[in-house]
């Protein structure tokens, strides 16, 4: 009961405190014209209220990750907790809200512009294909996932009491499985989200939304401080109690699998949609720095769940392989269980909107960055067009993919991309000549390096070298990173000197 207490404590501190820090280090100006209100175009540049951006911001950046990322974190054991804590404070928020605020200074332009304004122009471009990659990856996987929880909801809430489907159904079922008639579904709603103004279908349908994402998390929070005694503690020690301990180790396969409760990379690409609604630099903390945080919140209350529901981390080992490692079996038990039928119901609601709202937007991203590189404005329904479908056939191509594939390649890509924002964060910070500041970002990035290309050289899907040369390399190029940043150090402040 003490551990979780301290860690949503520590959480809502972090926004208060090293939040604030952040805050002041950019350096806020409330007078300053924002994107929304010079470039306003009726489509992707509108001023939103601060409350609405807020739900969209959040929304943006949830999916899927904090819910069963955490759930299949957690497994690790307690450390998962000062995973979630400390990287959401120190890691996460500071990249979401510093991307947000670069975009919003810097016109709205997209993640790869921005980058590739700090570490330059072959980034720039290395930038443009993994970030669109990446996105599109997004959309294919956000396409699977809520088709897959949309099925399963509605057979299970139209079946008969024999639990036979009406003819109807059957009917459906027969012509196209179920599943393959809301994957059109989704991807319909896609492509109206992608190309109509931001307003009209994200600005009115998001409210609506988080509303049952934020009950859902509300509900099981109301009910683990009720059940606390069914909590583990830190004191039980921060050893792997992951039943494949000896082939995955903590580090670094706990900091992928909790990517979006704690760091995620393709938060920067999300950041500067709203970066081009936000009417006043003085919302940007609680706009992208608050979504993060209260991401984590949700994190840490699904982690904490899942032991306090099954009883114990082997309790939960074992009850996510006699259901096939599918977390939304469980997230669907403990919904029904602790909430009632129709709590339940309103609950897993939010969990389908979840990944719906990151893959709409995942896609709408792309759209603009191929917009902002190719140079064609979009004000024009014909133009947003050319850009789309290019990008959704592609998309529908990748859900060919054996999802499990799918899933793994898209958190390594995801984590990758966030070791490209902190570096090019750092760069900015150390330009600004703002002391040791770069240091917010600097720590994160170095950490983010090694977990990222640890992994790829331990895992199956990657390399599968030993562990311990793995850890090397990852150590060696952090350390080759640190040694080009030192030297870029160097010679700005011999230019800074000279002017």
């Known amino acids: 009961?003490?551990?979780?207490?301290?860690?949503?404590?520590?959480?809502?501190?972090?926004?208060?405190?090293?939040?604030?820090?952040?805050?002041?280090?950019?350096?806020?100006?409330?007078?300053?014209?924002?994107?929304?209100?010079?470039?306003?175009?009726?489509?992707?540049?509108?001023?939103?209220?601060?409350?609405?951006?807020?739900?969209?911001?959040?929304?943006?950046?949830?999916?899927?990750?904090?819910?069963?990322?955490?759930?299949?974190?957690?497994?690790?054991?307690?450390?998962?907790?000062?995973?979630?804590?400390?990287?959401?404070?120190?890691?996460?928020?500071?990249?979401?809200?510093?991307?947000?605020?670069?975009?919003?200074?810097?016109?709205?332009?997209?993640?790869?512009?921005?980058?590739?304004?700090?570490?330059?122009?072959?980034?720039?471009?290395?930038?443009?294909v993994f970030s669109l990659f990446l996105l599109i990856l997004v959309g294919a996987v956000f396409v699977i996932n809520p088709a897959e929880l949309i099925t399963g909801i509605f057979t299970q809430y139209v079946a008969g009491q024999d639990g036979v489907l009406p003819a109807w159904v059957q009917t459906l079922n027969n012509i196209m499985p179920l599943q393959w008639w809301f994957i059109i579904l989704v991807f319909i709603y896609y492509l109206l989200a992608t190309l109509l103004p931001i307003d009209k279908i994200i600005g009115k349908l998001y409210p609506l939304f988080g509303m049952a994402l934020l009950f859902m998390a509300v509900g099981v929070l109301a009910v683990l401080l009720f059940n606390m005694e069914a909590l583990p503690e830190i004191t039980e020690g921060l050893h792997n109690r992951h039943p494949q301990a000896d082939s995955l180790p903590i580090f670094p396969m706990m900091f992928i699998s909790i990517a979006c409760g704690a760091v995620s990379g393709f938060h920067a690409t999300q950041s500067p949609l709203m970066a081009r609604c936000l009417k006043n630099e003085k919302m940007g903390r609680p706009i992208f720095y608050g979504a993060m945080v209260t991401e984590g919140i949700l994190a840490l209350i699904w982690a904490a769940a899942a032991i306090a529901f099954t009883g114990s981390y082997e309790g939960l080992a074992l009850y996510l392989a006699e259901s096939g490692n599918k977390p939304l079996i469980l997230v669907n038990d403990i919904a029904v269980t602790w909430l009632g039928t129709i709590g339940g119901f309103l609950a897993m609601l939010g969990v389908i909107f979840a990944p719906i709202t990151s893959g709409d937007t995942a896609l709408r991203s792309a759209r603009l960055i191929a917009a902002d590189f190719l140079h064609v404005e979009q004000?024009?329904?014909?133009?947003?067009?050319?850009?789309?479908?290019?990008?959704?056939?592609?998309?529908?191509?990748?859900?060919?993919?054996?999802?499990?594939?799918?899933?793994?390649?898209?958190?390594?890509?995801?984590?990758?991309?966030?070791?490209?924002?902190?570096?090019?964060?750092?760069?900015?910070?150390?330009?600004?000549?703002?002391?040791?500041?770069?240091?917010?970002?600097?720590?994160?990035?170095?950490?983010?390096?090694?977990?990222?290309?640890?992994?790829?050289?331990?895992?199956?899907?990657?390399?599968?070298?030993?562990?311990?040369?793995?850890?090397?390399?990852?150590?060696?190029?952090?350390?080759?990173?640190?040694?080009?940043?030192?030297?870029?150090?160097?010679?700005?402040?011999?230019?800074?000197?000279?002017?």
């Open 1 to 128: 009961m003490i551990t979780f207490l301290l860690a949503l404590a520590a959480l809502v501190a972090g926004y208060f405190l090293y939040g604030s820090l952040v805050d002041r280090i950019f350096g806020i100006d409330a007078s300053r014209p924002t994107p929304a209100v010079t470039k306003t175009d009726g489509v992707d540049y509108i001023p939103l209220p601060s409350w609405r951006i807020f739900l969209i911001q959040f929304l943006n950046i949830a999916g899927l990750g904090p819910i069963f990322g955490a759930i299949m974190g957690v497994l690790y054991g307690p450390a998962a907790y000062f995973w979630i804590v400390f990287g959401t404070i120190f890691g996460g928020a500071v990249h979401d809200y510093l991307s947000g605020m670069l975009s919003l200074r810097r016109g709205g332009v997209s993640l790869p512009e921005i980058v590739g304004e700090e570490l330059g122009n072959g980034i720039k471009q290395l930038m443009r």
């Open 379 to 499: 004000s024009s329904i014909r133009n947003r067009l050319l850009i789309t479908l290019p990008i959704f056939a592609i998309s529908a191509f990748i859900m060919m993919i054996d999802f499990n594939i799918l899933w793994r390649y898209f958190a390594w890509s995801n984590q990758a991309l966030s070791v490209f924002t902190f570096w090019s964060l750092t760069v900015f910070l150390a330009r600004e000549r703002k002391g040791l500041s770069y240091l917010i970002t600097l720590i994160p990035a170095l950490f983010m390096t090694v977990v990222c290309v640890t992994y790829i050289m331990f895992a199956p899907e990657g390399l599968s070298l030993n562990y311990y040369l793995s850890l090397g390399i990852g150590l060696g190029v952090a350390t080759l990173f640190m040694i080009l940043f030192v030297r870029f150090r160097s010679r700005l402040d011999k230019i800074n000197r000279i002017i």
